[in-house]
């Protein structure tokens, strides 16, 4: 399951931190990840993402606010989202130990 | 509940969007429109909203590729929603207690006594004749829906290395096999007791054995069913086997009780058997038998129509 979110700055994953703050609409989404992870999802791009989260029941929709429709994650969303966030963590570390280790070039 | 900001004003009640906005959502499939297109429209309307010609552009250059994506994707099958695939491990589960059922019917029919009668009595001959005819089309469309999902788990097992899939497998696989041989042994000890009346002992360990294993099995393919990622073109090319599989049992379920009162109108003395270890022409089972297969029946037809109604929805709903 983990593999169909994806890596890094991948837009599931993006989504999944950006919701894993609480239920947001597609705009909201796109600021809250400009804003915390400097990437700008467009509009075809976060829908992608969004239809593949909710058809892996990673996200689910809520009911809409005039015709905006917030999203929130899923139990297995969030188990996902930590086993993603734990593995890039790991990898992390270990790029900046040894990076630290070499020391300047 | 926090929602993040509104957005901009957006375009207000009861006013078209631009049509820009209106020619970009038809980029989409029509079934992911009916699911999204409010709530993308309004997004589209937030970000052009205030932005600049060229992020305008950008905005909409993204969502017309967005479009493209999406058309692909629908080319391509969308996989299932986990719930999507219930009524498909439901079926996989009543085609384990109909095979139950059915192997159940050819060992109460066993012995030289049933043959007598079925060779004097054109009424037993016909009905066991259809019983097996629809038993066989019920093992056919089995076969057709079962290999290509067998070889899609294959394939995400062996190729893709999906994890969770090995083990269930495994686990039913064994207990199938192991259970069979056990009614093998089994049927080949009774062999040489007969005469000696039914063994209550032994039938009774037998049906609760079988019943473990049917539920092991089940548990195995609801589980594998559930963890495969299950394309909806697959899912569709499911339909008409299933849909034939429904037939089938329901024919079998006639034939079944058709074949029942034909024995019983030509000797009923058969149905209260005593020729061995494991003697079970009686009455009782046999009427058990085709509630069992009606029960079967039901729960296949039920969930074949809920499988179609889910495979011919349109994508999004």
């Known amino acids: ?105 | 509940m926090g929602r993040g900001p509104a957005g901009p004003e957006g375009t207000p009640a009861g006013q078209r969007d631009p049509l820009v906005i209106r020619l970009v959502l038809h980029a989409y499939p029509r079934g992911w429109r009916e699911r999204y297109g409010d709530e993308f429209a309004a997004l589209l309307v937030d970000l052009t909203g205030s932005a600049t010609f060229r992020g305008r552009v950008r905005v909409m250059s993204d969502a017309v590729r967005g479009g493209l994506t999406a058309w692909i994707g629908a080319a391509n099958g969308r996989v299932l929603p986990g719930h999507g695939k219930r009524p498909l491990a439901t079926v996989a589960c009543a085609v384990m207690v109909f095979a139950v059922a059915i192997a159940g019917l050819a060992k109460m029919r066993e012995g030289k006594p049933f043959d007598s009668v079925t060779r004097a009595h054109v009424t037993v001959a016909v009905a066991l004749d259809v019983l097996r005819a629809t038993a066989g089309l019920a093992a056919l469309a089995v076969l057709a829906g079962a290999a290509p999902l067998a070889w899609v788990v294959f394939r995400q097992m062996i190729v893709d290395r999906r994890p969770g899939l090995l083990g269930p497998l495994t686990a039913g696989l064994a207990t199938a096999v192991g259970w069979s041989g056990a009614v093998w042994i089994t049927a080949r000890l009774a062999g040489a007791h007969q005469g000696t009346g039914p063994d209550v002992l032994v039938v009774t360990a037998l049906a609760v054995s079988g019943a473990a294993a049917v539920v092991i099995c089940a548990w195995a393919v609801t589980t594998v069913i559930r963890r495969m990622q299950l394309p909806g073109r697959l899912f569709r090319a499911e339909i008409p086997a299933m849909a034939m599989l429904s037939l089938s049992m329901a024919a079998v379920t006639a034939a079944d009780v058709a074949w029942g009162l034909a024995v019983r109108s030509a000797d009923a003395g058969l149905f209260n058997s005593d020729n061995g270890l494991i003697s079970t022409p009686l009455a009782p089972n046999w009427a058990g038998s085709a509630v069992v297969l009606l029960a079967v029946t039901v729960v296949t037809c039920t969930a074949t129509a809920r499988a179609a109604r889910a495979a011919y929805a349109p994508a999004g709903s």
């Open chain 1, 1 to 105: 399951m983990t593999d169909d979110v994806g890596r890094w700055s991948d837009p599931p994953l993006l989504v999944l931190a950006s919701l894993a703050g609480g239920p947001k609409h597609g705009y909201a989404i796109t600021q809250d990840v400009a804003d915390q992870a400097g990437v700008r999802l467009g509009p075809g791009t976060l829908y992608g993402a969004i239809r593949r989260l909710e058809d892996r029941g990673l996200i689910v929709a809520l009911p809409p606010e005039q015709r905006r429709r917030p999203y929130q994650l899923t139990a297995a969303g969030e188990q996902v989202l930590a086993e993603t966030a734990t593995q890039l963590r790991q990898v992390a570390e270990l790029s900046l130990s040894r990076l630290a280790a070499r020391g300047p070039a």
